[in-house]
């Protein structure tokens, strides 16, 4: 797989609450042009989902969101996940998911932090909580003195404010629920997030 954080301007950030909607989920977003997901492990039904998309829309890279814990890491990887996502990074976690050879993106939020995953040779990483965290111009600030740091930005981005984002010379993609909200998961709103995906795809 080139990076994780070429495969597309948006990675959607999913929560699956039934496993039943893993596909067609998978299905709209792959319509739309989008070929990336990320489900998060914030619902039981995640592992199951992720294992249905990869053996069922293998075209989709499935990727695996939240883990804290070497276990999820562990869980993911059996699932069939091909990326590991965290919202931040212990070293034991990081450990873990170098060990599964997989492309992982840890969590930072903070200039020591970044220079921390350098130490460790890891030079791509998600920022988390990115609005809250400082935005676009947070990460404009940093790509002066940490320039190969390339990141993913999660958290409180919006279609409007994706493009700032994307602008930024150390940004390779967004991650975002706007895509496929999750009240649009459970209506089944498939169409709506076909649609959502198709004017990702374009930013
Ligand atoms: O669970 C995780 O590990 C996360 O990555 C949390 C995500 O950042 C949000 O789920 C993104 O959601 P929005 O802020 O609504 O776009």
Do not use: H
């Not at 492990?41 to 890279?61: D, G, H, M, N, Y």
């Not at 890891?122 to 740091?149: C, D, H, N, W």
């Amino acid at each position: 797989m080139s990076s994780v954080l070429d495969l597309s301007p948006v990675i959607p950030v999913v929560v699956i609450r039934d496993a039943d909607d893993a596909v067609p989920l998978a299905r709209a977003l792959l319509a739309g042009g989008v070929p990336v997901i990320e489900v998060t492990l914030r619902s039981k039904a995640a592992l199951a989902a992720i294992e249905l998309i990869a053996t069922e829309v293998p075209e989709l890279v499935v990727g695996v969101g939240t883990l804290t814990t070497p276990d999820q890491v562990e869980a993911a990887t059996k699932a069939g996940a091909k990326f590991l996502i965290s919202p931040g990074g212990t070293p034991r976690l990081l450990d873990a998911m170098a060990e599964t050879g997989l492309p992982y993106l840890p969590g930072v939020a903070t200039v020591s932090e970044m220079m921390a995953m350098l130490d460790r040779g890891i030079t791509e990483m998600k920022f988390f909580p990115a609005s809250a965290a400082g935005g676009p111009e947070y990460l404009r600030a940093v790509a002066g003195p940490l320039p190969q740091v390339r990141l993913c930005p999660t958290g409180g981005i919006t279609e409007a404010s994706a493009p700032d984002y994307l602008a930024l010379s150390n940004v390779g993609c967004v991650g975002g629920s706007w895509i496929a909200p999750t009240n649009a998961i459970v209506d089944g709103d498939w169409a709506a997030i076909e649609a959502a995906a198709k004017a990702a795809a374009a930013l």
